[in-house]
């Protein structure tokens, strides 16, 4: 991977092996969907993908995934009935950049077939941002020495699978003036997508067709061509479901017409116009340190494309829209990591993102009926319901006594990892304070706060003996210790979400319209419960602090068995692979950042003494390098907080290199979306050090060696801040 502009990340060789990787960083997408940088002719090993948020169906195991749709990018090119392909001939040279800021894929290959033909192709991409339902092809073709019939063939081929299951039926194939439609719906959720595709070309065309094949309508087109000659091939796809029209097919049809009188150029223009809005308030700029401004941007970009502009019933995987990782689940990852990047710079989409877990009270409400609870629940894996979709038992392979054999694993994050209710009422609680956006909290917000705050008050255990409140038997943020009881973090953080309801009961009862009323009134919550919540939180029992200051993680942590992290020097496995999942348990070794999150989480409740002691201790019990990719990120913001800028800035890297360096060697699966967000906090929060507090906000930074300033942008209660931090 190298960089020119600081806005492009381009790779001049094709290295077979990491194609996956190269499918994976390159791709593009426009808050609607995304599609993975595949070659349009295919490759063998390809794992070619294209999602669009909600588009859900049903699937063993995992309950629902994103259904893969049809590939948009497609084209198979023959000369003289020689297919292209990167897997024959010879490559004499290859180039495919990424343009970040405005979200262009392009590929120019030189290529020489077995029979010593040359030509030059030259590919380019574009998910349109002004109307996400428009997606952009072109390539153009030159011949060196080849002279003949070219064919290209645009097929829009329904047989998408999800690696090896098949999510779609058939609907229709339809056919309007020059454009071609194929019309498919999910096989158990009934979602219909239609793709519309019409072409354009230049060249000596000598004939076109439509093989109207019920599954894969194509469209050929045969040219001639001879040495130093081109072809130019453009193929606009119109993409609709039935979560956005009634009548999708209808609608693709008429945006392919609508789009007709307007040049390729002059579609670019409208999409860079939009794409320049959106940097204009989430770009950073760092002076000068060359490759962390090419990471930063480059993860802002996987975040603005992964960001639904205009729909608030869907929300981001872990894994963005980039990949098969987690099936498009939604985690904490995007509350706690990834949100915060929204709500500072693209408050509309954060909106968007905190209204989903509004509309899916109802599948939270069912989960903590189901545990016997009051109020709602949110589940640790959430997707199209808001029902718990974490898998219950996944096959994995085990290290036993025979080796390794695959076996069942039963997964608890489902059933007990259930920090994740607090984490989404911190999320809209940030939002609410920094966006002043006064009507979502008094219409959406305060219920989420409020009936999650009711499945707290029924989950708390009365300990009689202690005469305080427990939470036992749960997963905190590093997964590497499960069943634990009274973990820092979970009950912390309970704590804060009980005494916010009674902030956010009081901001109710003292507001002047009547759907503040209503709400109470429908929820049952009166002074009186408001007063137990608070008596409650009070009673919550904290984690033992040593006579160091250090909290513990849960109760008997500090008497598992201390491991020593540099005696693993150069391992290329993560500790749990080591020790094995029930020698994990037994050991202080942290998947993640758990003790040290809540202190960035809740910093103003600790001083900095607690918080330096906390970092210390954890920081070197931390599997920073195959743990969690969540983890550096958090790891980074702490440091920079008590002033470690070294520290702070490798932990940092480690974060900005996940996906383009394939650290974790994981990339295949999807962008690890935690992370991205992780690392817009480490500058802002971390180096540039800024705080908000009631009179405004104020910067306290702590930037890495070499950094001579950092840029960026927020709103403030709807006022757009520009800063520019220096040391
Ligand atoms: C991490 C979780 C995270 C999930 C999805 C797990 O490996 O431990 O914290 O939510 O991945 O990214």
């Known amino acids: 991977m190298r960089t020119e502009t600081g806005w492009e990340i381009f790779y001049d060789q094709f290295v077979p092996d990491t194609l996956n990787h190269l499918e994976t960083v390159t791709m593009i997408g426009n808050g609607y969907l ?17 999602f669009v948020h909600g588009v859900f169906d049903d699937t063993p195991i995992v309950f629902t995934e994103l259904a893969n749709i049809p590939d948009w990018t497609a084209l198979q090119i023959k000369f003289n009935d020689k297919v292209f392909s990167l897997a024959e001939g010879t490559l004499h040279s290859f180039t495919t950049r990424l343009d970040l800021q405005y979200g262009v894929l392009t590929r120019q290959v030189d290529w020489e077939s077995p029979d010593n033909q040359r030509i030059m192709i030259n590919f380019e991409r574009f998910a349109c941002l002004h109307n996400v339902h428009l997606l952009m092809q072109r390539l153009r073709i030159t011949s060196q020495n080849f002279e003949g019939q070219v064919e290209i063939q645009a097929p829009i081929n ?19 003036h020059d454009a071609n439609q194929l019309v498919i719906k999910t096989i158990a959720s009934k979602i219909t997508v239609a793709v519309a595709q019409d072409y354009r070309y230049q060249g000596d065309l000598t004939q076109k067709s439509i093989w109207n094949v019920p599954m894969q309508p194509t469209a050929v087109f045969l040219f001639g061509l001879k040495a130093g000659e081109s072809v130019t091939f453009e193929k606009r796809t119109a993409l609709f479901t039935t979560r956005d029209t009634a009548n999708p097919s209808q609608a693709g049809f008429e945006l392919l017409e609508q789009s007709s009188g307007l040049s390729w150029i002059q579609i670019r223009r409208q999409h860079d116009k939009a794409w320049n809005a959106v940097w204009s308030t989430s770009d950073m700029v760092i002076d000068s340190d060359d490759d962390a401004q090419i990471m930063v941007r480059f993860c ?7 960001g639904p502009q205009h729909d608030d019933q869907v929300n981001i995987g872990a894994k963005t829209l980039s990949g098969y990782g987690y099936r498009g689940h939604v985690f904490w990852d995007t509350e706690i990591f990834m949100l915060p990047f929204f709500t500072f710079t693209q408050p509309q989409i954060a909106r968007n993102l905190l209204s989903y877990r509004y509309h899916r009270l109802p599948g939270a409400r069912k989960k903590a009926k189901a545990n016997g609870y009051d109020g709602a629940q949110f589940p640790w894996e959430s997707a199209d319901t808001g029902e718990e979709v974490t898998p219950t038992w996944v096959p994995a392979w085990v290290d036993n006594e025979d080796g390794k054999s695959m076996e069942l694993v039963r997964i608890w994050t489902g059933d007990i990892q259930i920090h994740i209710t607090a984490d989404v009422a911190y999320a809209i609680m940030q939002y609410w304070k920094i966006t002043g956006d006064d009507e979502f909290m008094l219409t959406r917000g305060a219920q989420v706060i409020l009936e999650t705050a009711k499945f707290w008050a029924s989950r708390l255990e009365w300990n009689q003996s202690k005469e305080r409140y427990e939470i036992t038997d749960v997963i905190g943020p590093d997964e590497n210790h499960d069943h634990i009881d009274n973990n820092a973090f979970t009950n912390r953080m309970v704590v804060w979400h009980l005494q916010t309801a009674q902030e956010i009961f009081e901001w109710l009862v003292s507001n002047p319209d009547q759907q503040a009323d209503d709400l109470l009134s429908m929820l049952g919550i009166t002074q009186a419960v408001s007063q137990e919540w608070q008596k409650k939180a009070t009673l919550v029992y904290f984690p033992d602090i040593n006579e160091e200051g250090i ?26 692979e080591i020790f094995g999942i029930e020698g994990t348990q037994k050991v202080m070794a942290l998947k993640q950042a758990d003790v040290v999150m809540l202190l960035y989480l809740l910093r103003d409740k600790f001083d900095l003494t607690t918080i330096e002691a906390n970092y210390d201790y954890y920081n070197i019990r931390t599997d920073h390098e195959y743990g969690s990719s969540l983890g550096p990120a958090m790891h980074a913001i702490v440091a920079a907080m008590i002033g470690r800028r070294g520290e702070a800035y490798q932990h940092f890297l480690r974060a900005a290199k996940a996906d383009l360096y394939d650290v974790r060697g994981n990339i295949k699966d999807g962008i690890h979306a935690a992370s991205l967000g992780g690392v817009w906090q480490a500058v802002v929060f971390g180096f540039a050090g800024l705080r908000i507090n ?28 520009r800063v520019r931090v220096t040391e």
Do not use: C
């Not at 995304?34 to 794992?47: D, H, L």
């Not at 909290?551 to 749990?576: N, P, V």
């Open 694 to 721: 009631q009179d405004g906000w104020s910067v306290h930074p702590t930037l890495p060696e070499g950094w001579r300033s950092v840029e960026f942008s927020f709103y403030h209660k709807g006022e757009l801040q």
């Open 158 to 176: 329904g047989y998408a699978l999800n690696e090896q299951l098949m999510h779609w039926q058939h609907a229709s194939n339809n056919h309007q």
């Open 551 to 576: 909290i513990e993680q849960f109760d008997g942590f500090f008497d598992l068995d201390y491991i020593d992290f540099s005696l693993y020097a150069g391992r290329t496995k993560s500790m749990q």
């Open 34 to 50: 995304g599609t993975r940088g595949s070659f349009a002719e295919g490759y063998p090993g390809a794992n070619r993908a294209t």
């Open 300 to 306: 802002l970009y996987q975040l603005l494309i992964a």
